[in-house]
């Protein structure tokens, strides 16, 4: 296979990309020509069993509260959400009544600092399609920007490259779908390369606490700001119980050096998936929230020469991905959570769902937006106190899977699922007001479509007559 290395370079120069980001992709593209194939086997690793808990760290309050100056909050904040029909950053999607994901971000900072008196920046990491959607929504919080300081900084773009020559993509119409975002493993390099890296360091900012802009329960808690601190890490990862909800995600596991890693679902070999999807084996997965030590990144990013090694995610795709019939092209992604592997101290701290509630699919929309989670007065969006994990729901992909005609069919606000263990729907039902669906719910609709009135009770299996509007 022919090495197209030189290609790269020159195309990558010629969309003005910094040398750290160019020789980031080099890393990883020489490995996929290479031959490596990017899997963690159970030779590797093995489970981890026992970790500190978030819930029993009061004893470090004082050191994380009087730390809190030196914190920046980074949110991710590049997707679109193109996967629920969204064209616009998906932060914007409301999801408790007309609050966005922004709008509940920007009240958390502004909330926390109200109630500890001490100000930290909020800083979002976009990519070029985001950023403008993003400072226009936060402007309508004056106070919440800090002089010197913008309000977020750029993740880089890279460039696909075909399936079968491995040559960097061309689109004959369309530049634009030759480029991919490389994964949130680059909110280090776009932090370096930015200079808000050492800006914040000037600054005194030791710390950032980073999560995806889609969870809400992600805030900033000096309990575990303190135990990282006392504990002198350089980085930590927030992790949470896997239940049958999560088991095709990521998993946290230790390799045979003792060391913390993560193994993601691209990473699993063919052979293992069943055993990877094991919740009691591999007990913990990976929240995508970090708190990391600013001077040990800057010291890693100098020992490496700007190109961090995180594990490669070898993504394949489609050239145009509203075209299956496109080429197929390979997208060289990283995870943030791989770096646990490379801070000489790093460690996971196991948190409860109240710091979880993330919104990838329509699915988990229906979730947050409904009685199963609360809004709380410091606008975090956590489960209700009588559950201990969210409702397990399947919507038909036909008829919910993008936003517009999701929101047709709940166009009187969700069901209750405050009762609801799983929630199954095969074939296409509207929902008046006032639907309570309690325990393992699942409703079925052969042809046509049917209406669950208001007020009504639904519990285990349900089959409903077209236009049938009775339930």
Same mark, same amino acid.
């Given at each position: ?65 009087? /730390?809190? &100056? ?5 949110? @991710?904040?590049?997707?679109?959400? *193109?996967?629920?029909?969204? #064209? $616009? %950053? ?24 109200? /109630?500890? &008196? ?5 800083? @979002?990491?976009?990519?070029?399609? *985001?950023?403008?959607?993003? #400072? $226009? %929504? ?24 075909? /399936? ?308």
């Amino acid at each position: 296979m022919r090495d197209w290395t030189a290609e790269i370079v020159n195309k990558m120069r010629g969309e003005g990309l910094a040398d750290a980001v160019i020789q980031t992709f080099c890393h990883h593209y020489r490995r996929l020509v290479s031959g490596e194939q990017g899997t963690v086997d159970r030779r590797g690793i093995e489970p981890v069993s026992e970790l500190a808990d978030g819930s029993r760290l009061q004893t470090h309050r004082a050191t994380g509260t009087a /730390a809190l &100056g030196a914190v920046a909050v980074i949110k @991710l904040n590049g997707g679109l959400g *193109t996967s629920m029909g969204l #064209e $616009r %950053a998906k932060s914007l999607l409301k999801v408790r009544g007309e609050l966005s994901f922004l709008d509940l971000i920007a009240r958390q900072v502004l909330a926390m600092r109200e /109630a500890t &008196g001490v100000s930290f920046p909020l800083l @979002l990491m976009n990519s070029f399609r *985001t950023a403008d959607d993003a #400072e $226009r %929504a936060l402007s309508g919080y004056p106070g919440l920007a800090m002089e010197g300081l913008p309000s977020g900084f750029l993740q880089h773009k890279v460039p696909k490259v075909f /399936a079968d020559s491995l040559r960097p993509a061309r689109h004959a119409s369309d530049s634009e779908l030759e480029w991919c975002p490389p994964g949130h493993g680059d909110v280090y390099t776009a932090l370096a390369t930015s200079g808000l890296l050492d800006d914040l360091l000037e600054r005194g900012v030791e710390y950032a606490f980073i999560s995806n802009a889609d969870n809400l329960g992600a805030v900033l808690d000096p309990l575990i700001l303190g135990y990282m601190i006392d504990n002198r890490l350089d980085f930590l990862m927030e992790v949470a119980d896997r239940t049958p909800a999560d088991r095709k995600g990521g998993h946290l596991c230790r390799r045979r050096d003792g060391r913390l890693a993560l193994r993601e679902s691209a990473q699993c070999p063919e052979d293992e998936v069943e055993e990877f999807q094991d919740v009691e084996l591999y007990r913990y997965f990976n929240t995508n929230s970090i708190w990391v030590r600013l001077p040990s990144l800057r010291s890693l990013l100098d020992e490496h020469h700007g190109v961090l090694p995180l594990d490669t995610l070898f993504n394949r795709k489609n050239l145009d991905p509203r075209d299956p019939d496109s080429p197929a092209v390979i997208q060289l992604e990283t995870a943030m959570g791989s770096a646990l592997t490379l801070f000489p101290r790093a460690e996971a701290v196991r948190v409860d769902r109240s710091r979880f509630s993330p919104v990838k699919t329509t699915n988990d929309l229906l979730g947050v937006r409904s009685d199963a989670f609360v809004l709380t007065d410091d606008s975090r969006v956590t489960l209700h106190p009588s559950r201990t994990s969210p409702p397990t729901i399947v919507l038909d992909s036909r008829f919910y899977g993008m936003v517009d005609s999701f929101e047709r069919r709940f166009a009187a606000g969700p069901p209750s699922l405050r009762a609801c263990s799983s929630l199954e729907i095969q074939g296409d039902v509207d929902f008046q007001a006032g639907v309570v669906l309690e325990g393992d719910v699942r409703i079925r609709v052969d042809r046509g479509a049917a209406v669950l009135v208001a007020s009504s009770r639904v519990t285990g299996e349900l089959e409903l007559p077209q236009n049938d509007p009775r339930a």
